[in-house]
């Protein structure tokens, strides 16, 4: 038994658990999430609580289990408390700010880049503290609009410039020498 999977999912007060066939929608105050799980897969929904059980003890079974009940997992947290990442710009003339829904970033090119989020994202700045904050209920796109948003400027190994997640550490190399 994989022992993430065999965890049963608590479903909070305030919110809703619907399965339809392989279909999951999950209500709660932040909004309402629906996915397609794999048909290897029973869910069920026994006294405030989501179960997850396989088919057959096959190797693709068995790494689905975890994986369904990860997937619920987060649905259900992301429409009671929701998810959020934070980004720290770091360089000279680095900043961002939003102008109407899109977000428009200076970032050492000769350019501006202009970013509009996908739908169900909230990215909001914090021009003092050069912080980009992506907020919303689905995890999956809250990691992925983050991650986009990062790849426009890279932390660079030498100085460490660059657009980076709050919590990571970029190891700085040492330059040439003259020799």
């Known amino acids: 038994?994989?022992?993430?999977?065999?965890?049963?999912?608590?479903?909070?007060?305030?919110?809703?658990?619907?399965?339809?066939?392989?279909?999951?929608?999950?209500?709660?105050?932040?909004?309402?999430?629906?996915?397609?799980?794999?048909?290897?897969?029973?869910?069920?929904?026994?006294?405030?609580?989501?179960?997850?059980?396989?088919?057959?003890?096959?190797k693709q079974h068995r790494a689905l289990h975890g994986l369904t009940r990860s997937l619920i997992n987060n649905m259900v947290v992301g429409v009671t408390e929701g998810y959020k990442r934070e980004l720290k710009m770091v360089g000279v003339g680095y900043r961002a700010e939003i102008k109407e829904r899109s977000l428009v970033l200076y970032l050492g090119y000769s350019h501006p880049i202009i970013f509009v989020p996908p739908e169900g994202i909230f990215v909001s700045v914090l021009p003092k503290e050069s912080k980009i904050i992506v907020e919303g209920i689905d995890k999956e796109l809250v990691g992925q609009t983050a991650a986009k948003i990062r790849s426009f400027r890279k932390p660079e190994p030498y100085k460490g410039k660059g657009v980076r997640y709050i919590d990571e550490q970029v190891r700085i190399k040492a330059g040439k020498t003259a020799g």
């Open 1 to 58: 038994m994989s022992r993430i999977g065999k965890m049963p999912v608590p479903i909070p007060e305030k919110t809703e658990v619907e399965i339809k066939g392989s279909d999951i929608t999950v209500k709660g105050p932040k909004g309402t999430l629906t996915r397609v799980l794999h048909p290897a897969m029973q869910v069920a929904v026994e006294e405030r609580e989501i179960l997850v059980k396989r088919l057959s003890e096959t």
